[in-house]
């Protein structure tokens, strides 16, 4: 009998060490908000980047955006490599990635905003704009990333963030016409297509 409470407790004590990890990493009881984010567009969102500069997003109004949720510790951060491939080819038609750390999963993501831009610049060689961390769910979620989530705002690829790189293709008119998950690589052919097509189309300016 003794060895058997034993074993309970070991397996009581593993399973609450468990719950409270996945507390921890905001995987369980941290909801994200449920109401819409009041917003037209991402234009009408700021932001600071990794140097504590605010920005406004309506400076990106025309091109074509694409939105990753990055980390420096996780499976998928190799893809840095391929989000500045594509930069780089596609920069000179109007497209830009936009990079926003977050340390939602798992805490692969831990560092400074100083440590962050060294080890982009140094390890990837990563020249698009990165910002400050932010939280990409969860009840501490940024208002940008409730927008482009919420199923109200963005009914045709809204839903949560599954995990570290999830894209979002903003077209030239701040509309959202696309969305990937983290196992699509940026250099991916149905990720350029996409982003070849919207580059093809010029924004309209009514008079």
């Known amino acids: 009998m003794t060895w058997v409470k034993i074993s309970l407790v070991a397996v009581v004590a593993a399973v609450t060490a468990g719950i409270a990890l996945a507390y921890w990493y905001g995987m369980i009881f941290n909801p994200t908000p449920a109401d819409p984010v009041n917003a037209a567009s991402v234009y009408d969102f700021t932001l600071n980047d990794i140097d504590g500069n605010s920005v406004k997003l309506d400076k990106y109004k025309g091109r074509v955006v694409m939105i990753v949720n990055t980390a420096s510790r996780c499976g998928y951060t190799p893809q840095y490599e391929g989000l500045?491939?594509?930069?780089?080819?596609?920069?000179?038609?109007?497209?830009?990635?936009?990079?926003?750390?977050?340390?939602?999963?798992?805490?692969?993501?831990?560092?400074?905003?100083?440590?962050?831009?060294?080890?982009?610049?140094?390890?990837?060689?990563?020249?698009?704009?990165?910002?400050?961390k932010i939280s990409v769910t969860g009840s501490d979620q940024h208002p940008l990333y409730g927008y482009l989530t919420n199923k109200?705002?963005?009914?045709?690829?809204?839903?949560?963030?599954s995990w570290n790189f999830n894209k979002f293709l903003i077209g030239r008119d701040g509309?959202?016409?696309?969305?990937?998950?983290?196992?699509?690589?940026?250099?991916?052919?149905?990720?350029?297509?996409?982003?070849?097509?919207?580059?093809?189309?010029?924004?309209?300016?009514?008079?």
Do not use: H, W
Not at 152 to 161: V, Y
């Open 152 to 161: 109200k705002t963005n009914p045709e690829f809204g839903g949560d963030i």
């Open 84 to 132: 500045q491939k594509i930069y780089e080819k596609y920069q000179d038609r109007g497209f830009v990635v936009l990079g926003f750390p977050a340390n939602n999963f798992m805490g692969q993501e831990p560092g400074t905003e100083k440590e962050i831009k060294e080890f982009c610049t140094l390890n990837y060689k990563v020249t698009f704009p990165m910002f400050s």
């Open 175 to 207: 509309k959202i016409v696309g969305r990937f998950g983290s196992k699509d690589k940026p250099e991916d052919l149905t990720v350029t297509e996409l982003v070849e097509k919207y580059l093809d189309q010029q924004l309209t300016v009514s008079k």
